[in-house]
């Protein structure tokens, strides 16, 4: 079972560290996301990586419509990994709707948890006018959809699995495998609908372990009205805006993003600093 | 600053930023955009992007140019200064030049390709949705045609319960007139056909007037009451006992013959008697025949209703056995 768990979600450990990191990749990508930022917390943890199931080289025999038709079916598959490894307390990184599946994961196991960073976080993708900004239209978010589809997003995955069966083309079957954005067709859609019409605003109060907010400059996808929401909903929650900008520090702005992460982790919440 | 070749070339050219900083961009570009070169030059890519395409660029075109260093075939919509939406096919690849990291973008407009993908697209999701109401209405057909097998089942309990009190005597839980003629029919058809014997039975209270008169309706129903339930118990596999009307019972007794037939017609009339259902002994009259050949419902009915009428001509709480002739 927990052997199971561990092959379903391709989970990596690395580090030297006796406390446990682990993170959460965002939407689109696998956890090849985190090679610039792992690095520097081997030393000190155990580092946890993980794909989604349907997502860079999971189990896509795993994926169920049904249970992944929402973000608490990725949030079960983080508990699980979590029991498989007996890991308790552990510091969770995450990136964008990772940050909301560490979060869900939180409230159902409030005690697997140390303490939530959350980078890029969203409750909710779409505007709920007047009293909520989230950044987008709705028919703008069914427009990245529509790309996504215009992308073949997915179908690099699906086509390698046709192509392997080819062994006159290795080549490109090599190729396809080793994006490291791939998932299946139908998984990609559905993740990306589960991700971006999701409405997480009523579980951010229901949130008891403590949090760190990293807000980037300029993000279009989780602008600074998100992070200023999220850190007003999520009691002990710290906010950091970043110098970086777009929706990837952890990527465009390693240095920065292990800079604050590490600063939190050598203070910790600090209740009157953050809230006053 | 640009060469001439790569200035007007077919294609566009854009060098970003990591940041995504417009560092340089050729005339073509500009010309499709409908910018000037100073209104773009070091803004943000965003500037020429339409929502979906700033979302998909930070979801997809910068980790993946990040990790792999090249972005191939991406699709995505440019805007131009008008706000027109401008499709784009756009390769990409990521290296340093002068000692700094650039991303260096070719692209071309699609608007056959485009047109052509979207009509697919828009067949794809008619279809998509086709499918799901196909479903939906499948998945309504078959709760209907479940809802349908279980009325079905229903209405055949209620048959089967209708039948049953339809063939019943609601009093005394024996069959009815109609329904033991029927059983009658058909087993006087079996019987002859295996030359089997076959005798048929009517009882008649004697006297129930009185005991109705007597000790009122209510006493008279438990004698039948009574009666029916001594009959029931003298059944044997195969047997039927009926109410014929009123006071008058019936016994079909497949498989007796004469001698048979008379033994239980007198055990039950001797039941009856020592049965002390009310404080007069009550008795009853039985006629009994046996099939013969040519014999028919109404015949054989006959023949015991001459049998019956006997045992009370000859003073009742008796057991006659018709002639063997119809006359």
């Known amino acids: 079972m927990y052997q199971d768990v561990l092959l379903r979600n391709n989970v990596n450990i690395t580090g030297k560290g006796t406390r446990t990191m682990l993170f959460a990749p965002g939407f689109g990508c696998d956890q090849n996301m985190w090679r610039l930022v792992t690095p520097a917390f081997e030393e000190n943890y155990r580092i946890i990586l993980f794909d989604y199931v349907g997502s860079g080289k999971s189990d896509y025999n795993a994926y169920d419509s049904s249970k992944y038709s929402d973000l608490h079916g990725y949030a079960n598959d983080l508990i699980e990994i979590c029991a498989a490894l007996d890991l308790k307390e552990i510091t969770f990184v995450g990136h964008s709707v990772g940050s909301t599946i560490g979060m869900l994961a939180s409230i159902q196991k409030s005690d697997l948890f140390e303490q939530l960073i959350m980078i890029g976080p969203s409750p909710r993708y779409l505007n709920d006018q007047p009293d909520y900004i989230g950044g987008f239209k709705r028919e703008e978010l069914d427009g990245l959809i529509d790309m996504m589809e215009m992308n073949y997003i997915g179908w690099s995955n699906y086509l390698s699995k046709v192509i392997m069966k080819n062994p006159n083309r290795p080549e490109l079957s090599k190729e396809l495998e080793d994006s490291f954005c791939s998932t299946d067709p139908t998984v990609a859609r559905q993740f990306a609908m589960a991700t971006f019409f999701s409405d997480n605003r009523e579980d951010l109060k229901k949130v008891v372990v403590p949090s760190l907010i990293l807000q980037c400059s300029e993000d279009v996808i989780a602008p600074i009205e998100v992070g200023n929401y999220m850190h007003r909903h999520l009691t002990k929650s710290t906010l950091r805006l970043m110098e970086a900008t777009g929706h990837c520090p952890h990527m465009s702005h390693p240095e920065e993003t292990i800079r604050l992460i590490k600063e939190y982790l050598a203070v910790g919440y600090v209740s009157i600093l953050s809230k006053e | ?327």
């Not at chain 2, 070719?106 to 279809?127: G, N, W």
Request: net charge neutral; proline share 2%.
């Open chain 2, 1 to 327: 600053m640009l060469d001439e070749q790569l200035n007007y070339a077919p294609c566009g050219y854009l060098s970003l930023s990591d940041e995504g900083t417009i560092r340089t961009i050729n005339q073509t570009l500009l010309s499709l955009l409908g910018f000037d070169l100073y209104e773009i030059k070091g803004k943000h890519v965003n500037t020429i992007l339409t929502v979906p395409s700033k979302s998909f660029y930070q979801l997809y075109f910068f980790p993946i140019i990040k990790l792999q260093e090249r972005v191939e075939e991406m699709y995505l919509t440019f805007k131009s200064k008008t706000n027109d939406d401008i499709p784009v096919l756009l390769s990409a690849i990521r290296k340093k030049r002068n000692g700094e990291i650039v991303n260096d973008c070719m692209l071309f407009q699609i608007k056959k390709r485009y047109e052509y993908e979207q009509s697919l697209l828009a067949v794809k999701k008619e279809t998509e949705e086709r499918n799901r109401v196909k479903r939906e209405q499948i998945a309504e057909l078959d709760l209907l045609r479940r809802e349908l097998e279980s009325k079905q089942k229903e209405l055949l309990e209620v048959n089967v319960q209708l039948g049953k009190l339809a063939a019943t005597d609601g009093l005394t839980g024996l069959k009815n007139r109609r329904s033991l003629q029927e059983d009658l029919a058909s087993n006087i058809v079996l019987f002859t056909k295996k030359s089997h014997p076959l005798s048929f039975l009517l009882l008649d209270i004697d006297h129930f007037k009185k005991i109705n008169d007597n000790y009122g309706h209510l006493t008279g129903d438990r004698v039948l009451q009574g009666l029916a339930l001594i009959l029931k118990e003298e059944l044997r596999e195969g047997d039927v006992a009926a109410r014929y009307g009123g006071e008058e019972f019936a016994l079909i007794l497949p498989g007796a013959d004469q001698a048979t037939a008379q033994k239980i017609a007198e055990r039950i009339r001797l039941r009856v008697e020592g049965a002390g259902w009310i404080n007069q002994t009550v008795t009853i009259s039985i006629g009994t025949a046996t099939l013969i050949t040519g014999d028919t419902v109404s015949s054989l009915q006959s023949r015991a209703d001459r049998a019956l009428y006997s045992s009370k001509n000859r003073g009742r709480n008796q057991v006659t056995h018709a002639s063997h002739k119809n006359d």
